[in-house]
């Protein structure tokens, strides 16, 4: 696209060929006739040899045109021609500026039309000719192709080829566009094409830089957008043109595709698309969040998408991890929106772009899905979902074991893991690390037969990096229905007494009063005394295998039998007793 400026050299008009000359400027009508008895003409006589299928303007009187022609006697000889200097006739037609004959020739002629004129003596030079090139009483014969024409009370002319079903916004003065065009002249004569340079045309509305007709033919097109845009002269490069491209007093056609709109006073836009409901918390500066999101310049090209990727994209909100725009776009957004967020270049990646994706000045749009976010500061929420109707006087506590049931999934919706699955419930001895944190923390103080939903932040659940099947950072859903509870053993115990152990432990342990307690009487005698509850083991493990543990713990040389010296009772061991526990 040319500048509406001065350009660097202009065309020079060659001086006209005596009177002849002025005769190859015109635009006319009229129907050309001999006389019935074949005399002299009494009329112009018009050929039309040429028709164009399109012909949305026929020459009037006082319009200017530009044409080229062939001037010859009646035996073919040539007196003049345009062709031969180059240069195009450009003129008012119907003003007396050119013979008759031709004047009336050119009337209703269309653009890229071609006419054989046959201009009878006396509606051309008459008696008199033109010294030295045209005799007295000369019959002339012109062929003339119009290529231009145009009148002072036109006005650019807008033909709205493709518009787009959504229509953000549309241009207005001082916006900044990014276009592509085809430039040619009235007769299709290409002369600028932004395609052929692989860059849109670049610019502001209203402020100069543009010719006025473009100017004005630019308002109210919406991204998109396909124009075709003609211009007449005085609103172009008018009467000097434009190096060798444009001659003067040419009118030019744009079919212009609107490719993105911006105004630098432009903030970032949002379209809420899809907004869940019970959106009880919305993302600030600070948090962290995970969105998918296709990224696309406003004429719809596609630049970039976290789908492609098959993961989200993962940052802080409001920290300048990202664009400007996307930090503003995002914030206020709940979990599970769906979100359209524009983004002026000035908050994107101004004018120079990024990569070979992102132009320079592009307006950027987002759709973007947020999955979940959480700050760093989050404790785990919870929510009762319903609770027994009988009173609960104990509740979960560090070191109970428990069983539970469990639905686990993202706030998006998508199921990870549930002990429905498996078909028995899980368990776990709270306080044991047994769970992730924010899980053991959402199971204490629950009531058999209460279930609740808990919301765990990634930090109490598997933090950056996830887990097999768990994406990183991830914020995790879970759904609790506690089964059972028992009261656990304190830390490092496997077996604990009621009451005080028995004075003779030794002597009742060894049953057949050898001297020595094998695994089988360790085995039976503290089944018997959790069968006579005086005693408990260690809850969540198989009992054989507790005991197993408890009987090496106790024969400290190994040899598979306890003796008096071996057995000791845990609180000999440690300074501060629970219950006196093998």
Same mark, same amino acid.
């Given at each position: 696209m040319?500048?509406?400026?001065?350009?660097?050299y202009?065309?020079l008009?060659?001086?006209? +060929?005596?009177l002849?000359l002025l005769?190859?400027?015109a635009?006319?009508?009229? +129907?050309g006739?001999?006389?019935?008895?074949?005399g002299?003409?009494e009329?112009v006589v018009?050929?039309?040899?040429?028709?164009?299928r399109a012909?949305?303007r026929?020459v009037?009187m006082g319009?200017f045109?530009?044409?080229?022609y062939?001037?010859?006697f009646?035996d073919?000889k040539k007196?003049?021609?345009?062709y031969d200097r180059?240069t195009?006739?450009?003129?008012?037609?119907?003003?007396?500026?050119?013979i008759?004959?031709?004047?009336r020739g050119?009337m209703g002629?269309?653009?890229n039309?071609r006419?054989?004129?046959?201009v009878?003596p006396?509606?051309?030079?008459?008696?008199i000719?033109v010294?030295g090139l045209?005799?007295?009483?000369?019959?002339?014969?012109?062929d003339v192709?119009?290529?231009d024409?145009w009148?002072k009370a036109?006005?650019?002319q807008v033909?709205?080829?493709?518009?787009p079903?959504?229509?953000?916004?549309?241009v207005?003065?001082s916006?900044?566009?990014?276009?592509?065009?085809n430039?040619?002249?009235?007769?299709?004569?290409?002369f600028?094409?932004?395609?052929?340079?692989?860059?849109?045309?670049?610019?502001?509305?209203?402020?100069?830089?543009?010719?006025?007709?473009?100017?004005?033919?630019?308002l109210?097109m919406?991204p998109?957008e396909?124009?075709?845009i003609?211009?007449?002269?005085f609103?172009?490069?008018?009467?000097?043109?434009?190096?060798?491209v444009?001659?003067?007093?040419?009118?030019?056609?744009?079919?212009?595709?609107?490719?993105?709109?911006h105004?630098?006073?432009?903030?970032?836009?949002l379209?809420?698309?899809?907004?869940?409901?019970?959106?009880?918390r919305?993302?600030?500066a600070?948090?962290?969040?995970?969105?998918?999101y296709?990224?696309?310049?406003?004429?719809?090209?596609?630049?970039?998408?976290?789908y492609?990727? $098959?993961?989200?994209?993962?940052t802080?909100?409001?920290?300048?991890?990202?664009i400007?725009?996307m930090?503003?776009?995002?914030?206020?957004a709940?979990?599970?929106?769906?979100?359209?967020?524009?983004i002026p270049p000035?908050?994107?990646?101004g004018e120079n772009?990024?990569g070979?994706?992102?132009?320079?000045s592009a307006?950027?749009?987002? $759709?973007?899905?947020?999955i979940?976010f959480?700050?760093?500061?989050?404790?785990v929420?919870?929510?009762?979902?319903s609770r027994?109707?009988?009173?609960?006087?104990?509740?979960a506590?560090?070191?109970?074991?428990?069983?539970y049931?469990?639905n686990?999934s993202?706030?998006d919706?998508? @199921?990870l893991f549930?002990s429905?699955?498996?078909?028995?419930?899980?368990?776990?001895t709270?306080?044991?690390?047994?769970?992730?944190?924010g899980l053991?923390i959402?199971?204490?103080?629950m009531?058999?037969g209460?279930?609740r939903?808990?919301?765990?932040?990634p930090?109490?659940a598997?933090?950056e990096?996830g887990?097999?099947g768990v994406?990183?950072?991830?914020?995790?859903?879970?759904?609790?229905?506690?089964v059972?509870?028992e009261?656990?053993?304190?830390?490092?115990?496997?077996?604990?007494?009621?009451?005080?152990?028995?004075?003779s432990?030794f002597?009742?342990?060894?049953?057949?009063k050898d001297?020595?307690v094998?695994?089988?009487?360790?085995?039976?005698?503290?089944?018997?005394q959790v069968?006579e509850?005086?005693?408990?083991?260690?809850p969540?493990q198989?009992?054989?295998?507790?005991?197993?543990?408890?009987?090496?713990? @106790?024969?400290?040389n190994?040899?598979?039998?306890?003796t008096?010296?071996?057995?000791?009772?845990k609180?000999d061991e440690? @300074?501060?007793?629970?219950h006196?526990?093998?």
């Amino acid at each position: 696209m040319f500048s509406a400026g001065p350009p660097s050299y202009t065309l020079l008009r060659l001086p006209l +060929l005596q009177l002849l000359l002025l005769l190859v400027q015109a635009v006319g009508r009229g +129907l050309g006739r001999a006389s019935p008895a074949g005399g002299p003409l009494e009329d112009v006589v018009i050929e039309r040899y040429h028709i164009p299928r399109a012909c949305p303007r026929e020459v009037q009187m006082g319009d200017f045109v530009r044409y080229h022609y062939n001037g010859t006697f009646e035996d073919g000889k040539k007196f003049d021609s345009s062709y031969d200097r180059s240069t195009l006739v450009a003129i008012v037609v119907g003003v007396g500026r050119l013979i008759t004959g031709m004047d009336r020739g050119l009337m209703g002629m269309c653009v890229n039309e071609r006419r054989r004129l046959i201009v009878p003596p006396h509606l051309g030079y008459g008696s008199i000719g033109v010294a030295g090139l045209i005799p007295p009483d000369a019959t002339l014969y012109f062929d003339v192709v119009l290529l231009d024409v145009w009148n002072k009370a036109d006005t650019v002319q807008v033909s709205i080829l493709l518009r787009p079903p959504h229509c953000p916004r549309m241009v207005q003065d001082s916006d900044f566009v990014r276009y592509h065009y085809n430039g040619t002249l009235l007769d299709g004569t290409s002369f600028d094409t932004s395609y052929s340079r692989g860059g849109t045309y670049d610019t502001y509305i209203g402020s100069g830089w543009l010719i006025k007709g473009m100017d004005q033919g630019l308002l109210g097109m919406c991204p998109g957008e396909r124009r075709k845009i003609i211009i007449p002269p005085f609103l172009a490069y008018g009467e000097k043109g434009y190096g060798t491209v444009i001659p003067p007093q040419a009118s030019l056609v744009f079919h212009v595709l609107l490719v993105d709109i911006h105004n630098p006073k432009d903030t970032v836009q949002l379209v809420t698309l899809e907004l869940p409901p019970g959106c009880v918390r919305r993302a600030v500066a600070g948090d962290f969040m995970r969105y998918h999101y296709n990224g696309s310049l406003m004429d719809g090209t596609l630049f970039d998408s976290s789908y492609s990727r $098959n993961q989200t994209y993962n940052t802080y909100v409001g920290q300048g991890y990202i664009i400007p725009g996307m930090d503003q776009g995002l914030q206020g957004a709940c979990v599970g929106e769906r979100r359209r967020i524009t983004i002026p270049p000035h908050l994107a990646y101004g004018e120079n772009g990024t990569g070979d994706k992102i132009p320079g000045s592009a307006v950027l749009i987002f $759709n973007v899905h947020v999955i979940d976010f959480h700050n760093p500061a989050d404790p785990v929420e919870i929510k009762t979902l319903s609770r027994p109707s009988e009173s609960c006087n104990e509740t979960a506590k560090p070191g109970d074991f428990i069983r539970y049931h469990y639905n686990c999934s993202l706030l998006d919706g998508t @199921q990870l893991f549930s002990s429905h699955d498996y078909g028995a419930p899980q368990e776990a001895t709270l306080g044991a690390n047994k769970v992730i944190q924010g899980l053991d923390i959402g199971l204490q103080g629950m009531c058999v037969g209460e279930r609740r939903q808990l919301i765990v932040p990634p930090h109490l659940a598997h933090g950056e990096s996830g887990a097999r099947g768990v994406p990183g950072s991830a914020v995790l859903l879970f759904e609790v229905e506690l089964v059972s509870r028992e009261d656990g053993l304190p830390t490092g115990y496997l077996f604990v007494w009621h009451e005080d152990p028995p004075a003779s432990l030794f002597e009742d342990m060894d049953l057949n009063k050898d001297g020595e307690v094998p695994l089988e009487e360790f085995s039976t005698f503290i089944k018997a005394q959790v069968n006579e509850g005086k005693g408990r083991l260690m809850p969540g493990q198989e009992p054989e295998k507790t005991i197993g543990d408890m009987f090496q713990n @106790q024969d400290r040389n190994q040899d598979g039998k306890i003796t008096l010296e071996e057995l000791k009772l845990k609180s000999d061991e440690d @300074q501060e007793p629970v219950h006196e526990e093998l």
